[in-house]
Every structure is written in structure tokens, then in C-alpha cells.
């Protein structure tokens, strides 16, 4: 049984072009990046504080955010009202003309996939008339 050598018969069996080698980077320079880790949402007092003060007729923000991963959707409702109802629930993070109606405690509910978390914001909104007298009043020393 004979088989040639095929280096032999270089002519019959052509070589095929190497694929480039590369250097294998440095360790120093090897940098990996890794995606930020899911997390289940979380309604902590700095983003999302449980007291608010608003000014009756001014423009104001109901402020709530949530921290997650992914970022968690936020809702808050009046505390005491059904959640399907509309009237009772606060835009977050949106400008809106403030009203006495609206003050009170709400309900603030962040979620994702990953759960949900639950916290309590009570809205005081004050008449604006009563600061304005106010001033008068110690003004001209009433109070």
C-alpha cells in the first residue's frame, strides 16, 4: 500500500492561504464589559419622597422615581380610590396646575418584570392666598 507524501506533489495539491494570526492582547489592555445586572424595582425617600408640598395654582411635578433594572414603570394613585379609576390617579415627573382636589395620600407602585415595590406620598397642596396674606399680615403685624 503506498500513499504519497503530499508535499511531494505540491504541483497536483495546491496549497491553501493561512488565515492571519493576530497578537494576543495584553492582560492590561483586556477590557471585558459586563451588562448591568437585572434588579427588582426599588421606591427609596430620596427619589421618591413621602412628603410633598405643592402651592395651590402653580405648576408642579409629583415626584417619584423608581431605581431597576429594567427601569421600572412608576403609577400613583389616590390611597382609598379603585386603581382603574382615573380621576384619582397623579402623572409623575409631568408638570400639572395644582389643586386643592388633588391633596392627600397616594400610593406610588413601581414594577418590572423582575416584582413590584409599594410606597406612600402624602401631597399637601397649600392655598396660595393664605401665604399671601400671611406676608401682609406680619407685615402690618395682624399675626
Known sequence: CF???????SPLFPTFPTFPTFPTPHPLFFVVF???????PRLDPRHCPGHQNWTEGEQEILECRARG???????????GNSENSSGN???VGIAQLAQRAQAGLYRCRAWNELGSAE???TLWVHCAFWGFLGIFGVVLGIF
Open 3 to 9: 500513499f504519497p507524501v503530499l508535499s511531494h506533489f
Open 34 to 40: 459586563f451588562p448591568f445586572p437585572a434588579a427588582k
Open 69 to 79: 433594572r429594567p427601569r421600572p414603570r412608576v403609577e400613583c394613585s389616590k390611597a
Open 89 to 91: 390617579s397623579l402623572p
Open 119 to 121: 410606597s406612600n406620598v
